[in-house]
């Protein structure tokens, strides 16, 4: 089926540093990016998102960046605590409210 | 303000079987999308509905389907069901504008075992 990557990557960070998660995308006609976040047991939650037309939107303590020239978007998460600890699924918006995910990145946050 | 809710949370079947899974979304929303994921696929995007009706399809066979009703709970159906099956199934609720309408609000889930 339709994919953004195909491995689960993890990142280790330790608490209070800055945590950088990243993803490619395939498809160059996708009008929105979004970021999850998923902890264990639960769906997915919203975190932020960005149009096709921007490079970059701040929320808080988050920051997503698009760079179109190499099909690439990232989620920096600033003084990352425990409580970030999931898994981060970058999406693209195709049309209307269907959504196809990334692989994921696992987040551990070390105390 | 509730928000949506998946029934059941777990489910074990055999192989063979079918299966019917729920999903009642926010109080006002009327879109509602279901993914299947797998440690193997992923989220992937199963299909959406939107006042009684399908709008959006992934690339899964016949054997899934679905439904929603005058009330925007939706339901959705595995029949003949296969061992690759085994997945967590999520529902996910919008207001169902037409466009993009950034986030979409994710129930736990129902986690489906076929053996």
């Known amino acids: 089926g339709e994919s953004v990557g195909l491995h689960l990557p993890t990142l280790s960070v330790q608490e209070g540093d800055n945590s950088i998660i990243n993803c490619a995308y395939s498809n160059s006609a996708s009008d929105y990016f979004i970021w999850y976040k998923q902890e264990s047991g639960k769906g997915p939650q919203f975190i932020i998102d960005i149009r096709s037309n921007m490079d970059k939107r701040q929320g808080q303590r988050v920051t997503v960046l698009l760079n179109k020239t190499v099909k690439h978007l990232s989620l920096q998460i600033a003084a990352t605590q425990p409580g970030d600890s999931a898994v981060y699924f970058c999406?693209?918006?195709?049309?209307?409210?269907?959504?196809?995910f990334g692989a994921g990145t696992i987040l551990r946050v070390k105390s | 303000k509730a928000g949506v809710t998946q029934t059941p949370r777990y489910l074990i079947k055999t192989r063979g079987q079918q299966v019917t899974l729920s999903c009642s979304p926010i109080?006002?929303?009327?879109?509602v999308s279901w993914y299947q994921q797998t440690p193997g696929q992923g989220l992937q995007f199963l299909f959406e509905?939107?006042?009684?009706?399908?709008?959006n399809k992934g690339n899964f066979p016949g054997r899934f389907s679905g439904r929603q009703f005058s009330n925007s709970r939706s339901e959705m159906n595995v029949s003949t069901l296969e061992l690759g099956d085994s997945a967590l199934y999520l529902c996910?609720?919008?207001?169902?504008?037409?466009?993009?309408?950034?986030?979409?609000?994710f129930g736990q889930g129902t986690r489906l075992t076929v053996v």
């Open positions: 999406a693209e918006n195709k049309y209307g409210n269907k959504l196809v």
């Open positions: 996910a609720s919008s207001l169902g504008t037409g466009g993009y309408e950034g986030e979409a609000f």
């Open positions: 109080s006002g929303h009327r879109s």
């Open positions: 509905y939107f006042s009684e009706t399908q709008r």
